[in-house]
């Protein structure tokens, strides 16, 4: 068969820390690639190196033959389309004037549009389901709504490659599987799909092979049954884990579960951050074998960019934009899965309190960093003060030093929750 995406060598670091460490792997034409693993391994890196974004210090990825670093950026979105896991945004545009952003790069000097181009977003909104959203304003529509525009924009674009990073991470059940079927269909015609999937019972379902990663490497190649084992599930996830055939699909099933030993894995945790001053935080609770979710935090924010280095499940907003209702309900699902919430030292602005009110409507443990030096934190307004006050009574106020200890403690004082796939 012939490839669609060569990668030979690729070696990523971001903020210091290797994140991609020589990987090589090929994705052939026609195919559905699935990217699982821990948080941190590297999958949405690998996927913004597959698309251009990211420039690797080594190696070269290879898109329909043609080396992706050589390209320029309309160029390289002929080629390759991408829905990211945040499509948060700012600005009020209509639906379908979203879903017209896909035809771009195929627009004609002048960026007239032709009835080909007004075909293919017709076909796209169609597919996709939002046909009937066409008028509405992309803020005002629902999460998995929004999720559902943005793939349709990438149908519209037109491109050999598709790129999904955790295209199911915020839809209800229902909405998962429909999406899934319709990337299933997108290949049966010919185009070439890579998706970074968390949920490791539905990769094995949908996905014709996988890449599992672990520790910036592809640690195991081929179809899912070949990559779920017992052993290569336990060795990436760190937890040990069933692995067996589900009795309606006939694909494989993960149970995951730890004790003993095991459960040195010690946990979820989610950290509001913000403002770049996480970023070492971050790497703390990451090395001492926390799984990570990060946000809501600006899309462009220096702890953003650490989040994404170290896989971590992240909410963002656009620049400059607040936390609004839909975005904290998405931090608000995070809070309850997580074993702990940690609050970094964040200016405590209109624009974020959000974020600590859907921490504070919930019983997981929190731990509050207080600044370096004894400083106290940086708060505005009133209900920054109030909120504050409220995180400090009910927390565990610690300095920097004292954070990963300390999320040890509420963690292993918390009850074990069976996690099942979610890693």
Known sequence: MTSAIRIDGVTVSLGGTVVLDSVSTTVDEGRLVGLVGPNGAGKTTLLRTINGVLEPEQGSVRVAGQDVAGLDARATSQLVATVPQSTASTF???????????????????????????????????????????????????GGERQRVFLARALAQDTPVLLLDEP???LDVNHQVRTLDLVADLVAEGRTVVAAIHDLDLAARYCDELRLLHDGRIRATGSPDEVLTDASVEAAFGTRATVTTHPVTGTASVTAFGSGEDAERLGHVHVVVGGGRATPLLHRLDAAGFDLSVGAVSV??????TARALDADLVTVPPYA?????????VARRVRRADAVVIAEVTLAPGNCPNLE????????????????????????????????????????????????????????RPRRLTGTDP
């Open 322 to 330: 607040p936390v609004d209702d839909e975005t904290r309900d998405a």
């Open 92 to 142: 009020e545009f209509p639906v379908r004037r979203i879903v017209e952003m896909g035809r771009t790069p195929h627009l004609g000097r002048f960026g007239t549009r032709t009835a080909a181009d007004r075909d293919a977003v017709d076909e796209a909104m169609d597919r996709a389901a939002v046909d009937h959203l066409a008028d509405r304003p992309v803020t005002e529509v629902s």
């Open 168 to 170: 199911t991470s915020d």
């Open 358 to 413: 859907a921490v504070l409507e919930t019983d997981t443990p929190v731990v509050v960093v207080d600044a370096e030096r004894g400083d106290t934190r940086n708060v505005a307004g009133a209900r920054g003060r109030r909120l504050d006050a409220r995180l400090r009574k009910r927390g565990t106020v610690v300095d920097a030093d004292g954070v990963v200890a300390a999320v040890r403690r509420v963690v292993d004082a």
């Open 300 to 305: 462009d924010d220096a702890d953003a960019e």
